[in-house]
């Protein structure tokens, strides 16, 4: 079920569109309405490119979205007590004033490189050679989990629960 808070839910190209232009409109009236001083940390025009920005507006906008909504205003007060102040919050703090003049990339590319390929290392130096497999590894695709027979070594198949 797609999740429009969660742009990587929507599989379906025509959804997804629609999805990152409703994003779109969202930012637009939000720095309009919400950001007096520029200074005071407007939502970057490159917010496409910093997923964790991407992440936060899904969520900033369905909440407003469910708002508009209710029977009162006590979500809209929580809303701006809460949902908004910490927004800026977060946006302040990976933001910063990087992308104030034009974007920039990501400085903790090199960090993150150099965590990605020691994790790589870690991974060849734990692996069975026996296995003769080439495991690469992130986040979002972790090695495949095995079941082994302490006593023989001998890899066991967790569906049928044959040695091999």
Not at 6 to 31: G, H, K, M
Not at 123 to 133: F, I, K, L, P, S
Not at 137 to 145: D, I, Q, R, V
Request: aromatic share 10%.
């Amino acid at each position: 079920m797609p999740r429009p808070w969660d742009i990587a839910s929507c599989p379906d190209p025509d959804l997804r569109r629609d999805v990152w232009q409703w994003y779109e409109a969202v930012v637009t009236w939000f720095n309009h309405e919400y950001v007096w001083d520029p200074a005071a940390g407007m939502i970057p025009p490159c917010w496409p490119q910093h997923p964790h920005l991407v992440h936060d507006i899904g969520v900033l906008a369905d909440q407003r979205r469910m708002i508009a909504q209710a029977h009162n205003s006590n979500s809209l007060e929580e809303w701006h007590r809460y949902s908004v102040p910490a927004f800026f919050d977060r946006l302040h703090g990976r933001v910063k004033q990087h992308c104030d003049d034009h974007h920039q990339p990501w400085p903790a590319r090199a960090r993150f490189s150099r965590h990605e390929t020691e994790a790589l290392g870690r991974v060849a130096r734990t692996t069975n050679e026996a296995d003769g497999v080439s495991i690469k590894t992130n986040a979002f695709n972790p090695p495949p989990l095995r079941l082994v027979d302490q006593e023989t070594g001998r890899t066991i198949d967790p569906v049928t629960g044959e040695l091999t």
